[in-house]
Structure formats: C-alpha cells, structure tokens
C-alpha cells in the first residue's frame, strides 16, 4: 500500500488545515489509519487514528476536541482536520496503515504505537505560528 500526503502549510494559530491521505496498491478498507506527526528534535507522536470501518476514531489528548480524522474508503482516502490549531502543532504529519485484525466478527481497534503500523507515507510539513 502506497500512501501519500497533501495539504500541509502554514497557518497561524487557530486557524485550520485540512490534510489528505490518498492510497494506492492495495485494498484500502482492510487497514486502519493512523495518523503521526513529529517537531523537530521530538520524538514521533501519535495523532489520531481510524479504524477500517470509520467507527470510533481514536485521539491524542493534545488534539482531542480540535482534530477530526475521516476516511472514505470509496475514495481510498484519509483525512485530517485540524482546528483551532496551536503552535505545538508545527511538525511533520505523516499517515500510516494498519492491517485489520479481527477474531470471528471483532476486529480489533487501532493501535497508537508506531511499530504496529505497516506502511507509512513521506508526510507533508505543518507550521503554526502564534
């Protein structure tokens, strides 16, 4: 699975972006999505991420109530709407897939650790400045 990330750039605080995640190679409703994003000299952190179905995504404390993560399988697509965004915003966002585990019809939630994901894209640079 190929992935690739658009709509990055510069905003000021409390504005908003929207970021893309386009996929190719595979079929895009066995994964879930997560997306990643690091500052420079941080380590990697996890954002947000969504299960194939769409149903309760999962979020950072740091970004709970102001991000949104979608996807519309039909488009192979993954989203990222940041509102109200801050300085501690600024890194680099990059999203990542993780093959669907299920047990019977359970399948299970997406995870926030980084090595659980199996394909990862490039990324594309956010900066928000005060």
């Known amino acids: 699975l190929q992935l690739i990330e658009t709509g990055g750039g510069a905003v000021q605080a409390g504005g908003s972006l929207r970021l893309s995640c386009a996929a190719s190679?595979?079929?895009?409703?066995?994964?879930?999505i997560g997306w990643f994003r690091q500052a420079p000299g941080k380590e990697r952190e996890f954002v947000a991420a969504?299960?194939?179905?769409?149903?309760?995504?999962v979020y950072a404390d740091s970004v709970n109530g102001r991000f949104t993560i979608s996807r519309d399988n039909t488009e192979n697509m993954a989203y990222l709407q940041m509102n109200n965004t801050q300085p501690g915003d600024t890194g680099v966002y990059v999203c990542?897939?993780?093959?669907?585990?299920?047990?019977?019809?359970?399948?299970?939630?997406?995870?926030?650790?980084?090595?659980?994901?199996?394909?990862w894209g490039q990324g594309t640079q956010v900066t928000v400045s005060s």
């Open positions: 990542a897939a993780q093959k669907t585990f299920w047990s019977g019809s359970y399948y299970y939630p997406p995870q926030r650790e980084a090595d659980e994901y199996d394909y």
């Open positions: 190679g595979g079929t895009f409703s066995l994964y879930a």
């Open positions: 969504i299960p194939w179905s769409g149903d309760a995504p």
